[in-house]
């Protein structure tokens, strides 16, 4: 190209390694939006979909998929964990999660009787007591809350009452502690108007729902864009003035 100067090979290299970073960056926000917008179609399934008996779904779940089971059994009425970090329409509260040992099966599921909101103090909510008793259950079968890196190590182990707190839900931590295996997913119980907790079957993606990531890839890829027009600008050829020619 005549009208660019021969740039030095950094400026190239620079240039180059900047797009490039800037273009995958923009690709990693498409895909969080294409895997955020796929849970929420699994969720708007399920939420029409039949309900299934436990053991057919229960050591093998589907993957691409949250079936809704019925399944019998008991709660361990002595056990519970409650999940100190979610939100739900702003409010603080507890997220309840029991032990509950399917009828003729050791293994044990573990079971989200939902939210309870917090009640503007910083004490939690009390959960009520816990049926005792054959019960029947449904639900969706899903995946555990996920969670990042969380430094401290088991704070379970390290509680000698119950109900026991935690601020992340680890099925390895919960499964030593309470020294049963459990199985791969946990039951999300249905929503039931006599109920005090509040179980919604939605995902909250808080500030980060997949339309901010594709605005975030946008914004990658223009960055790419300008790292690649500011290369050329910076060398393009001046154009030399024209001389004058020497009146007669």
């Known amino acids: 190209m005549s009208w660019l100067r021969r740039p030095k090979w950094w400026w190239v290299l620079l240039t180059v390694a900047g797009a490039l970073l800037f273009v995958r960056l923009g690709i990693w926000q498409l895909h969080r939006a294409d895997y955020k917008d796929g849970l929420l179609r699994l969720y708007a399934a399920a939420a029409s979909a039949p309900l299934q008996d436990f053991d057919s779904v229960s050591a093998e779940p589907p993957a691409n998929a949250y079936p809704r089971v019925r399944v019998q059994g008991h709660y361990l009425v002595d056990r519970a964990y409650l999940l100190d970090n979610p939100k739900h329409d702003g409010r603080g509260g507890i997220e309840v999660y029991v032990p509950f040992r399917p009828q003729g099966h050791d293994r044990l599921l ?127 050829k001046k154009r030399r003035p024209k001389s004058k020619s020497p009146k007669p």
């Open 110 to 236: 573990l079971v989200d009787l939902g939210f309870l909101p917090g009640n503007g103090t910083d004490q939690q909510p009390q959960v009520p007591p816990l049926p005792t008793g054959l019960l029947t259950l449904q639900g969706l079968y899903q995946p555990p809350p996920g969670h990042g890196f969380e430094m401290g190590g088991d704070a379970l182990g390290r509680q000698a009452h119950w109900p026991k707190t935690t601020i992340y839900l680890d099925m390895k931590q919960v499964a030593g502690d309470l020294g049963r295996t459990l199985y791969p997913r946990i039951l999300t119980l249905d929503a039931d108007p006599a109920a005090i907790y509040v179980r919604e079957h939605t995902l909250d993606f808080g500030s980060m729902p997949p339309a901010r990531h594709r605005a975030y890839a946008f914004q990658w890829f223009t960055f790419a864009l300008a790292a690649v027009v500011i290369f050329l600008v910076l060398h393009r």
